[in-house]
């Protein structure tokens, strides 16, 4: 089954307005010409505006890092999926193993977020994956399954295909140690297995399973050579105009 593939930037805590609208309307010019595949961009939420103002007219969409799961309400801080959809944005982020880890995002709440984006028409960008310390225990099969299970239990099949999973072993976010090709296939196919179980090969079969950490450009190709992965999601590497477009054209 031919997936669309999706490369996204996760820009995290980083750039103004301005330095935004610089990064965008640079890389529209350099990716003007790529039309098979969807391009986003996820900006912190003081610059999705500007974001969403300078990718006007060109192939790059706009999504946000997180979201709250209420519509509204007394919940100070937090960005509701109302807002950030009403800004024109059509992705969101969640789960990520920075909100994980330093904002102690559990699994239900991850679910609650899923929930909450697909009824607003966000498509989520779930993501999983385990610690260094899990994988060297051999825990890695496991914790995965713990958390697509945790995401997306409540799910029905119709909610299940609006989905996107980024799979991002938290020892190579950052780090500059992308996981080999074998070592990512391996663990985009468990998924595709374990989604195949909870709902039907057929929704398993359209899930984009994007793949996380250390995406560069020299290594995009190799990664995106393996049947189930589907895409990136990328961080560093998307802070800058000309590496992000060589990522995407890879
Ligand atoms: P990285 O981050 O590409 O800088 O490793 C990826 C991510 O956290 O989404």
Same mark, same amino acid.
């Given at each position: 089954m031919k997936r669309r593939p999706i490369v996204a930037g996760n820009w995290k805590m980083h750039k103004t307005t301005k330095e935004t609208e610089d990064t965008i309307l640079s890389l529209k010019n350099l990716i003007s010409d790529v039309f098979d595949r969807e391009i986003v961009i996820c900006p912190p939420f003081t610059a999705l505006y500007s974001a969403i103002s300078s990718a006007k007219g060109s192939n790059i969409k706009i999504g946000?890092?997180?979201m709250y799961f209420e519509e509204k309400g007394a919940f100070t801080g937090e960005v509701s999926p109302i807002m950030i959809k009403d800004l024109g944005c059509e992705y969101v982020i969640i789960g990520h193993s920075?909100?994980?880890q330093y904002f102690y995002e559990t699994d239900n709440i991850v679910?609650?977020? +899923?929930?909450?984006?697909?009824k607003h028409l966000l498509t989520p960008i779930v993501c999983i994956g385990e610690t260094l310390q899990e994988r060297e225990t051999n825990k890695t099969?496991?914790?995965v399954e713990t958390q697509i299970h945790g995401a997306f239990k409540s799910l029905s099949s119709e909610q299940m295909v609006k989905c996107v999973i980024a799979y991002e072993p938290v020892w190579a976010i950052g780090t500059g140690k992308t996981a080999?090709?074998?070592q990512a296939?391996?663990?985009h196919s468990y998924i595709r297995h374990l989604l195949s179980k909870m709902f039907s090969k057929? +929704?398993?079969?359209?899930i984009r399973i994007l793949y996380?950490?250390?995406?560069?450009?020299?290594?995009m190709a190799d990664l995106m050579s393996q049947p189930d992965i589907d895409g990136a999601l990328v961080g560093g590497a998307s802070l800058e105009a000309e590496s992000f477009s060589k990522i995407i054209k890879y």
């Open positions: 946000a890092q997180n920075e909100r994980r679910n609650r977020k +899923v929930v909450s984006a697909i099969f496991q914790v080999t090709k074998e296939q391996e663990v057929d +929704v398993a079969d359209q996380g950490g250390s995406v560069k450009p020299e290594n």
